[in-house]
T-cell receptor, first 112, second 116 residues
Framework: QKEVEQNSGPLSVPEGAIASLNCTYSDRGSQSFFWYRQYSGKSPELIMFIYSNGDKEDGRFTAQLNKASQYVSLLIRDSQPSDSATYLCAVRGNNYGQNFVFGPGTRLSVLP | NAGVTQTPKFQVLKTGQSMTLQCAQDMNHNSMYWYRQDPGMGLRLIYYSASEGTTDKGEVPNGYNVSRLNKREFSLRLESAAPSQTSVYFC???????????????FGPGTRLTVL
Protein backbone atom coordinates (compact mmCIF):
# COMPACT_ATOMS: atom_id res chain seq x y z
CA GLN A 1 0.00 0.00 0.00
CA LYS A 2 1.36 3.39 -1.00
CA GLU A 3 1.91 5.73 1.91
CA VAL A 4 0.57 8.82 0.18
CA GLU A 5 -2.03 8.39 -2.53
CA GLN A 6 -3.47 10.77 -5.09
CA ASN A 7 -5.60 10.34 -8.18
CA SER A 8 -3.22 10.64 -11.10
CA GLY A 9 -5.77 12.40 -13.26
CA PRO A 10 -5.84 14.16 -15.51
CA LEU A 11 -8.46 16.26 -13.83
CA SER A 12 -10.04 18.63 -16.31
CA VAL A 13 -12.07 21.65 -15.22
CA PRO A 14 -13.36 24.65 -17.17
CA GLU A 15 -11.87 28.05 -16.57
CA GLY A 16 -13.52 29.77 -13.59
CA ALA A 17 -14.59 26.51 -11.93
CA ILE A 18 -13.40 25.05 -8.64
CA ALA A 19 -10.74 22.34 -8.91
CA SER A 20 -10.65 19.82 -6.07
CA LEU A 21 -7.54 17.75 -5.51
CA ASN A 22 -7.42 14.96 -2.97
CA CYS A 23 -4.74 13.12 -1.04
CA THR A 24 -4.84 10.31 1.52
CA TYR A 25 -2.01 9.10 3.73
CA SER A 26 -1.36 6.01 5.80
CA ASP A 27 0.65 7.25 8.79
CA ARG A 28 -1.68 8.43 11.54
CA GLY A 29 1.24 10.19 13.22
CA SER A 30 1.74 12.55 10.30
CA GLN A 31 2.17 16.12 11.43
CA SER A 32 2.66 18.37 8.41
CA PHE A 33 1.02 18.45 5.03
CA PHE A 34 2.15 20.30 1.95
CA TRP A 35 0.90 20.97 -1.55
CA TYR A 36 3.44 21.56 -4.28
CA ARG A 37 2.73 22.66 -7.83
CA GLN A 38 4.94 21.41 -10.63
CA TYR A 39 4.76 22.74 -14.16
CA SER A 40 5.90 20.44 -16.92
CA GLY A 41 9.69 20.33 -17.07
CA LYS A 42 10.07 22.44 -13.94
CA SER A 43 10.78 21.79 -10.29
CA PRO A 44 8.12 21.61 -7.57
CA GLU A 45 7.19 24.82 -5.76
CA LEU A 46 5.32 25.04 -2.48
CA ILE A 47 1.86 26.61 -2.65
CA MET A 48 0.22 25.60 0.64
CA PHE A 49 0.99 23.91 3.94
CA ILE A 50 -1.32 22.93 6.78
CA TYR A 51 -0.85 21.40 10.23
CA SER A 52 -4.20 21.63 11.99
CA ASN A 53 -7.55 20.09 11.21
CA GLY A 54 -9.84 22.36 9.24
CA ASP A 55 -9.38 24.80 6.41
CA LYS A 56 -6.58 27.16 5.54
CA GLU A 57 -7.08 29.77 2.85
CA ASP A 58 -4.52 31.67 0.82
CA GLY A 59 -5.91 33.66 -2.07
CA ARG A 60 -7.64 31.30 -4.48
CA PHE A 61 -6.24 28.24 -2.70
CA THR A 62 -7.77 26.44 0.26
CA ALA A 63 -6.18 23.46 1.96
CA GLN A 64 -8.40 21.18 4.01
CA LEU A 65 -7.15 18.66 6.55
CA ASN A 66 -9.03 15.86 8.29
CA LYS A 67 -6.62 13.85 10.41
CA ALA A 68 -9.29 11.42 11.60
CA SER A 69 -9.96 10.42 7.99
CA GLN A 70 -6.28 10.79 7.02
CA TYR A 71 -7.27 13.07 4.21
CA VAL A 72 -6.00 16.35 2.88
CA SER A 73 -7.35 18.29 -0.06
CA LEU A 74 -6.60 21.37 -2.10
CA LEU A 75 -9.31 23.53 -3.61
CA ILE A 76 -8.50 26.03 -6.33
CA ARG A 77 -11.24 28.59 -6.85
CA ASP A 78 -11.72 30.50 -10.10
CA SER A 79 -9.36 28.12 -11.89
CA GLN A 80 -7.19 29.65 -14.58
CA PRO A 81 -5.36 28.02 -17.50
CA SER A 82 -2.14 28.99 -15.71
CA ASP A 83 -3.14 26.60 -12.92
CA SER A 84 -2.66 23.69 -15.31
CA ALA A 85 0.12 21.67 -13.71
CA THR A 86 0.77 18.58 -11.62
CA TYR A 87 -0.03 18.98 -7.93
CA LEU A 88 2.01 16.95 -5.47
CA CYS A 89 0.84 16.16 -1.97
CA ALA A 90 3.65 15.74 0.57
CA VAL A 91 3.33 14.43 4.09
CA ARG A 92 5.77 14.58 6.93
CA GLY A 93 5.23 12.25 9.85
CA ASN A 94 6.69 10.06 12.51
CA ASN A 95 6.94 6.87 10.48
CA TYR A 96 8.83 8.62 7.74
CA GLY A 97 11.82 9.50 9.87
CA GLN A 98 10.78 13.13 9.71
CA ASN A 99 11.27 13.08 5.96
CA PHE A 100 8.72 14.06 3.38
CA VAL A 101 6.82 11.41 1.48
CA PHE A 102 5.36 12.60 -1.79
CA GLY A 103 2.31 11.32 -3.54
CA PRO A 104 2.49 10.56 -7.28
CA GLY A 105 0.75 13.83 -8.14
CA THR A 106 -2.49 14.79 -9.85
CA ARG A 107 -2.35 16.41 -13.25
CA LEU A 108 -4.79 19.32 -13.53
CA SER A 109 -5.89 20.77 -16.84
CA VAL A 110 -7.91 24.00 -16.83
CA LEU A 111 -9.70 24.43 -20.13
CA PRO A 112 -10.22 27.96 -21.51
CA ASN B 1 19.95 34.73 -3.80
CA ALA B 2 20.14 31.88 -6.30
CA GLY B 3 18.32 29.44 -3.97
CA VAL B 4 19.16 25.85 -4.90
CA THR B 5 21.33 25.31 -7.97
CA GLN B 6 22.15 22.06 -9.73
CA THR B 7 24.62 21.09 -12.41
CA PRO B 8 24.45 19.79 -15.03
CA LYS B 9 20.94 20.39 -16.38
CA PHE B 10 21.14 17.53 -18.85
CA GLN B 11 23.40 14.50 -19.12
CA VAL B 12 23.58 11.42 -21.29
CA LEU B 13 25.68 8.50 -20.07
CA LYS B 14 26.48 5.06 -21.36
CA THR B 15 25.90 2.06 -19.13
CA GLY B 16 28.78 1.67 -16.72
CA GLN B 17 29.94 5.26 -16.82
CA SER B 18 30.17 7.32 -13.66
CA MET B 19 29.22 10.89 -12.92
CA THR B 20 28.58 13.29 -10.08
CA LEU B 21 25.58 15.60 -9.82
CA GLN B 22 26.32 18.82 -7.99
CA CYS B 23 23.96 20.77 -5.77
CA ALA B 24 24.47 23.97 -3.82
CA GLN B 25 22.20 26.20 -1.76
CA ASP B 26 22.73 29.73 -0.49
CA MET B 27 19.88 29.86 2.05
CA ASN B 28 22.00 28.69 4.99
CA HIS B 29 19.83 25.59 5.28
CA ASN B 30 20.94 22.69 7.44
CA SER B 31 19.20 19.87 5.59
CA MET B 32 19.64 18.77 1.99
CA TYR B 33 18.05 16.02 -0.06
CA TRP B 34 18.35 14.14 -3.33
CA TYR B 35 15.23 12.86 -5.07
CA ARG B 36 14.53 11.12 -8.32
CA GLN B 37 11.29 11.59 -10.21
CA ASP B 38 9.94 9.03 -12.63
CA PRO B 39 6.61 9.14 -14.48
CA GLY B 40 3.76 7.99 -12.25
CA MET B 41 6.09 7.48 -9.27
CA GLY B 42 6.25 10.90 -7.75
CA LEU B 43 9.39 12.04 -5.96
CA ARG B 44 11.39 9.33 -4.24
CA LEU B 45 14.08 10.14 -1.71
CA ILE B 46 17.53 8.76 -2.54
CA TYR B 47 19.68 10.20 0.25
CA TYR B 48 19.45 13.07 2.66
CA SER B 49 21.70 15.02 4.96
CA ALA B 50 20.13 16.35 8.14
CA SER B 51 23.11 18.56 8.83
CA GLU B 52 26.67 19.11 7.73
CA GLY B 53 28.67 15.95 8.34
CA THR B 54 25.77 13.52 8.28
CA THR B 55 24.13 11.55 5.49
CA ASP B 56 21.44 8.88 5.53
CA LYS B 57 19.75 6.59 3.07
CA GLY B 58 16.31 7.31 1.79
CA GLU B 59 13.84 5.09 -0.01
CA VAL B 60 15.95 4.21 -3.09
CA PRO B 61 19.69 4.50 -2.27
CA ASN B 62 21.05 1.52 -4.24
CA GLY B 63 23.50 2.52 -6.95
CA TYR B 64 24.14 5.98 -5.50
CA ASN B 65 26.54 7.63 -3.09
CA VAL B 66 26.49 11.11 -1.62
CA SER B 67 28.85 13.60 -0.08
CA ARG B 68 27.93 16.57 2.08
CA LEU B 69 30.96 18.64 1.21
CA ASN B 70 30.06 21.55 3.47
CA LYS B 71 26.89 23.27 4.61
CA ARG B 72 26.21 24.61 1.11
CA GLU B 73 26.99 21.62 -1.10
CA PHE B 74 25.59 18.11 -1.41
CA SER B 75 26.65 15.91 -4.32
CA LEU B 76 25.20 12.69 -5.70
CA ARG B 77 27.43 10.14 -7.42
CA LEU B 78 26.53 7.33 -9.76
CA GLU B 79 29.48 4.95 -9.76
CA SER B 80 28.32 2.67 -12.58
CA ALA B 81 25.27 4.04 -14.34
CA ALA B 82 22.46 1.71 -15.37
CA PRO B 83 19.48 2.36 -17.67
CA SER B 84 17.21 2.05 -14.62
CA GLN B 85 18.79 5.26 -13.34
CA THR B 86 17.38 7.26 -16.22
CA SER B 87 15.32 9.86 -14.41
CA VAL B 88 15.02 13.47 -13.40
CA TYR B 89 17.05 14.22 -10.27
CA PHE B 90 16.11 17.01 -7.91
CA CYS B 91 18.11 18.42 -5.07
CA UNK B 92 16.25 20.18 -2.26
CA UNK B 93 17.08 21.94 0.97
CA UNK B 94 15.20 22.91 4.11
CA UNK B 95 15.85 24.79 7.30
CA UNK B 96 15.88 21.74 9.54
CA UNK B 97 14.98 18.09 9.44
CA UNK B 98 14.13 17.18 12.99
CA UNK B 99 11.64 19.84 13.82
CA UNK B 100 7.96 20.13 14.49
CA UNK B 101 7.76 23.26 12.38
CA UNK B 102 6.91 23.57 8.74
CA UNK B 103 10.38 23.70 7.21
CA UNK B 104 9.28 23.40 3.64
CA UNK B 105 11.69 22.05 1.08
CA UNK B 106 13.01 24.25 -1.71
CA PHE B 107 13.90 22.50 -4.93
CA GLY B 108 16.60 23.02 -7.51
CA PRO B 109 15.82 23.07 -11.26
CA GLY B 110 16.65 19.39 -11.75
CA THR B 111 19.04 17.29 -13.80
CA ARG B 112 17.65 15.21 -16.63
CA LEU B 113 19.77 12.08 -16.89
CA THR B 114 19.56 9.48 -19.63
CA VAL B 115 21.55 6.26 -19.38
CA LEU B 116 21.86 4.37 -22.66
Amino acid sequence: QKEVEQNSGPLSVPEGAIASLNCTYSDRGSQSFFWYRQYSGKSPELIMFIYSNGDKEDGRFTAQLNKASQYVSLLIRDSQPSDSATYLCAVRGNNYGQNFVFGPGTRLSVLP
Amino acid sequence: NAGVTQTPKFQVLKTGQSMTLQCAQDMNHNSMYWYRQDPGMGLRLIYYSASEGTTDKGEVPNGYNVSRLNKREFSLRLESAAPSQTSVYFCASSGALYSGNRYEQFFGPGTRLTVL
